[in-house]
């Protein structure tokens, strides 16, 4: 079984498309489909830690066993192993090309697309962007991106709440990524899945909205502990809504002291520079 | 969602190293589990038993040992255990940075 691809679906449910183009031949079994084994070695990891409350879940068996013989096998393994691989192999392509990746994340809404629209028209000028753009079903972010003016690959994950590192991996064989250049790619909005999916990214970029409820970071602690960047958008609207900025960062805070904020209009460009300031800083140390 | 991928990464690490060892069957699949992963224990335990068929697991069991989270204070070096990210350190009242609880490992397997 393979599931780090999403083939584990029905045969056509992951799918890779430009816009005006035809889909992408969906490759199973061939070259492009090794998956890099490990031996698994049986190492004994020193556990160092106790572990006062562990809770075993034992199973009731509704059929006999017979343990006659049995033996026990040391695994020791990350159950993520596979994509942290392919992670790695995706973080190697981004360095040798001293490309900058960001994965950006949020709920369906907080404004990830107008984002990436904006900063195409605002610094495609000024540097190489590259989009991947993820969504469930649809192509129309891609086509958003594309009239902005930046090459795009839209990768449909069909049932896939999140983008996995074989993904990125795969879509990087079919668009041109310029060296020295930023690919951003658009998660599936979706704040929790896509937090234990590395996909070989420099940074995790976090988008909220203030027209979310101030405390999300405490509902998905998980993905403000992954993010370096906090994006607070919408800021236009913040004279009818009750979302107040200053608790939102304090949240964000304890469970990330080191996380930065921008916060910003997406759609009516104030706050922008703090966006790009980050974004030329992050590509310059990219590059190097 | 995500506990389906969890599920295939367990089978798969499994019924690797159970084929390595010349293994019949797999009796057992012992996991651990951080308590901030954020899995669905029920939800990763039905998938389980889901995904199994036609695997060397097929028959198995899922034993879920779940670690808890555990901070460590930056400022004074204290430890607690904690079960959400933001917490505040027991001694001096900074925040807590997480040392542990996020633990998604196959740990050993039990075959014939
Ligand atoms: N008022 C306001 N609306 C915004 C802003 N940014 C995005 N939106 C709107 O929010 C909706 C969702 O935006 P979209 O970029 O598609 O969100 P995504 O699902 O995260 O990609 C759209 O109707 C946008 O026009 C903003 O800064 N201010
Ligand atoms: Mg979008
Ligand atoms: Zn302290």
Known sequence: MCDTCGCNQPPDAVTYRKPGGHDLPHRHGDLEHTHPHEHPHDHAHPHDHDHPHDHEHPHVHPHDHDHGGGRRLNVEQDILRRNDLTAERNRGWFEGRGVLALNLVSSPGSGKTSLLERTIRDLKAEMPLTVIEGDQQT??????????????LQINTGFGCHLDAEMIRRALTELEVPPHGVLLIENVGNLVCPALFDLGEHAKVVIISVTEGDDKPQKYPAMFAAAQLCVINKTDLLPHVDFDVEACKDAARRV????????????????????????????????? | MHEMTLVAGILEIAEERAREAGAARINTVTVEIGRLAGVELPSLIFCFETARLGTLAAGAELAVRELPGRGRCPACGAEAEIDFYAALCPACDGCLEVVGGRELRVVSLDVD
Request: net charge positive; proline share 4%.
């Open chain 1, 139 to 152: 192509l129309n972010d891609a086509e958003r991106i594309a009239a902005a003016g930046a090459p795009v």
């Open chain 1, 256 to 288: 990330n002291p080191a996380l930065a904020f921008v916060e910003l209009s997406a759609t009516r460009g104030e706050g922008l520079e703090g966006w790009y300031g980050w974004l030329r800083e992050r590509r310059a140390r990219a590059a190097r």
